[in-house]
C-alpha cells in the first residue's frame, strides 16, 4: 500500500489534456493551463511539512477534498494553507494505487473545461 511519484505522474498524464510543466520549482500537472496536481520537488521542501519525496497536492472540489479526507485518514488531509480552496496534501506512502487514481481523477475533472470532461463520462 505505497504509491510513488511516477505513479501519480503517469495517472495524471494519461488523461485527456494533461501535460506536466513546473509551478514554483516543483512539478505541476496542467490541463487546460490550470493546475490540478503538484508533486514535491524531490529533495526539496515537501507540502505542510510532509515528506517532500513522497508528498503531492491535488486540487479537489471542497466537497470532494472533505469527504475523501475522512475516508482515507492519515493519506489525505486538506492543505494548511488554500486548503479552504481544495488544495489537498496526499502521503503518497499512505495511499493504494486505485484511491489515488480517483484522486487524480477528481482533481482533473475540478479543473478541466466541461467540453475536455465530458469525454471520460462518454
Given at each position: ?6 505513479q ?51 486540487k ?18 486538506p ?15 499512505a ?10 481523477r ?5 479543473v ?11
Open positions: 500500500m505505497s504509491c510513488a511519484p511516477e501519480l505522474r503517469r495517472l495524471a498524464l494519461a488523461l485527456p489534456g494533461a501535460y506536466e510543466d513546473t509551478h514554483r520549482g516543483k512539478p505541476a500537472f496542467r490541463v487546460a493551463k490550470r493546475i490540478f496536481g503538484m508533486l514535491s520537488a524531490p529533495g526539496g521542501q515537501g507540502f505542510m511539512g510532509l515528506d517532500a519525496d513522497r508528498t503531492a497536492v491535488l479537489l472540489d471542497r466537497e470532494d477534498q472533505l469527504n475523501m479526507a475522512a475516508a482515507l485518514p492519515g493519506a489525505v488531509q492543505a494548511e494553507t488554500y486548503g479552504h480552496h481544495g488544495w489537498t496534501c496526499v502521503r503518497l506512502a495511499i493504494e494505487e486505485a484511491e489515488l487514481a480517483r484522486l487524480v477528481l482533481a482533473w475533472t475540478h478541466a473545461p466541461k467540453r475536455l470532461s465530458r469525454t471520460l463520462s462518454a
